[in-house]
């Protein structure tokens, strides 16, 4: 069963962008960074264009959590790493969703350096 609602996944799988905000050390918030989402059945997934060393990639992946925003869903997550066995189908999840922008700006979510860092999201529920 997923974390996400399918009311989640629905409206944050079709937002245009995704607005991750990454922690800082001292657990504040920094500036919302807009970014492309992919979902894969249940799960959602983002990449950093610029690869390991895009400061909202660092922030979210030294923390392990930040907040996004997206189709009207304003969530808490925790950000994993996805490993390498779904870069293809993400890859083509990218394509599909993002395939109307020309080849050098998809082409861009779908190098190895864009693959290295793909992050699952999942909503960090507070009870």
Known sequence: MSAWTS???TRIGRAEELRITSVRPDGT????????????????????????SASWFRGVQE???GHIQAGGIDSD????????ELGDR???AYRAKYGRYPESV??????????????KLTPLRRD
Do not use: F, K, M, Q
């Not at 970014?35 to 990449?47: E, N, T």
């Not at 997550?77 to 390498?84: C, F, I, K, L, W």
């Open 7 to 9: 009311d989640e996944l």
């Open 29 to 52: 918030l920094r500036r919302p960074v807009p970014i492309w989402v992919a979902r894969d059945g249940d799960d959602l997934y983002v990449r950093a264009v610029n690869g390991r």
């Open 63 to 65: 923390h392990h959590e």
């Open 77 to 84: 997550v925790t950000a994993e790493d996805a490993g390498h």
């Open 90 to 92: 993400l890859d083509t």
């Open 106 to 119: 998809v082409g861009s979510v779908v190098t190895p350096a864009a693959r290295s860092t793909t992050l």
